[in-house]
């Protein structure tokens, strides 16, 4: 089982920036990859990046490339995502995720493990 917890989430004027952090406890993730999703009020849940584990591999979503990065740290067990430039658009209540393989898959169903999600209010 591998438990993940969200934090530093918030409000935030358009053009600003906040940090996401993801720390994970049980299992080894050394085999996994891990990405960020989020969801909008009566919205499906997206895709928004994915990092193996190693940080080899990193994958984002056409609409926010070039302005998040994901990264991890191994020594704190935890997986971040900065967010630069955001626009009220990218308001939405944010997840982590895990899933036992190392492929990056955007597809929310391809992931075993989740957060209880941190939300992200990104004023005009």
């Known amino acids: 089982q591998v438990q993940l917890v969200e934090f530093g989430g918030g409000l935030v004027q358009a053009g600003g920036s906040l940090r996401l952090s993801c720390a994970a406890s049980?299992?080894?993730?050394?085999?996994?990859?891990m990405a960020w999703f989020r969801q909008a009020p009566g919205k499906e849940r997206i895709f928004v990046a994915a990092t193996t584990w190693t940080g080899t591999n990193t994958n984002y979503a056409d609409s926010v490339q070039g302005r998040f990065t994901i990264s991890r740290d191994y020594a704190k067990n935890s997986v971040y995502l900065v967010m630069n430039n955001l626009e009220p658009e990218g308001t939405a209540v944010y997840y982590c995720?895990?899933?036992?393989?190392?492929?990056?898959?955007?597809?929310?169903?391809?992931?075993?493990?989740w957060g209880q999600g941190t939300q992200v209010t990104v004023s005009s």
């Open positions: 995720a895990a899933r036992t393989a190392r492929t990056l898959l955007p597809d929310p169903g391809s992931y075993e493990y």
């Open positions: 049980g299992r080894p993730l050394f085999n996994n990859a």
